[in-house]
């Protein structure tokens, strides 16, 4: 069972790299971006938990977190992300079966305080690193033209900068906007890691590659937000 927060609404990701978890592939997404005044995101985050904290209501292998964007450009108006993660049965499996009396409930009570804004799904690519639940999250929207050019070049820098911090490469399958095709996860401890990244020797030599054998790429937007809650 489970709450199909915008279906109710729309009908409708370190260790030093070299010893870092490698992750080809992997778990699926489905992004719901909603707009939440400050006043009533308590109230939208309590009525989700008290759902979501309940076993019964979370289907096996399936994550389900609210984040908050921190920093955005003025003209992205999402304020919040409500998240499900996991591999594609088990996403198959909470998009396809009919949501329990309590979830559309919860569904009603939820509406009243968000509006929907986008609605998009992909998959992890390839990660490197150990990601946390309670990292702050910096994430990239970009729009690829090449993706195996892209990709085998991304791979390429990311194995030779050697970063301490979990990073991915991903695809967008369906929805998202400006022409979204692809985006970059990456992890940081705070603030101040974003501010001031860790200087790595060679890194000017190493982009200067990776802009020539990435092929055309555009970075649409760059968001800095954070998760709420998880639930697993």
């Known amino acids: 069972m489970k709450l199909k927060l915008y279906l109710l609404l729309l009908v409708f990701s370190f260790i030093s ?10 778990n699926c997404w489905i992004d719901y971006e909603i707009i939440v005044d400050s ?8 009525l989700l938990d008290s759902f979501f904290s309940k076993p019964e209501n979370r289907i096996e292998g399936v994550t389900y977190n609210l984040t908050q964007f921190n920093y955005k450009d003025k003209d992205f108006e999402a304020t919040h992300l409500f998240q499900v993660v996991g591999p594609a049965d088990a996403l198959s499996k909470w998009h396809h079966n009919p949501p329990s009396i309590e979830g559309q409930l919860t569904g009603v009570m939820v509406n009243q305080f ?29 729009k690829v033209n090449d993706e195996e050019k892209f990709s085998a070049a991304w791979v390429k820098a990311i194995k030779a900068l050697k970063p301490d911090n979990f990073v991915g ?3 967008v399958i369906a929805g998202g906007s400006d022409g979204q095709t692809h985006y970059i996860y990456t992890q940081r401890d705070d603030m101040e890691a974003v501010f001031n990244p860790k200087a790595i020797k060679g890194s000017d030599k190493i982009w200067k590659t990776f802009s020539e054998e990435a092929g055309e790429f555009e970075v649409i ?3 800095v937000r954070t998760r ?3 639930w697993e």
């Open 228 to 230: 709420l809650k998880i």
């Open 114 to 142: 968000i509006e929907p804004y986008s609605a998009f799904f992909g998959k992890n690519i390839i990660s490197f690193g150990t990601p946390s639940n309670d990292k702050l999250e910096f994430t990239y929207s970009l």
């Open 221 to 223: 937007r760059k968001i």
């Open 39 to 46: 006043n009533d995101a308590p109230t939208v985050l309590n």
């Open 17 to 26: 790299i070299l010893d870092a978890q490698v992750i080809k592939g992997g």
């Open 169 to 171: 490469l991903g695809s």
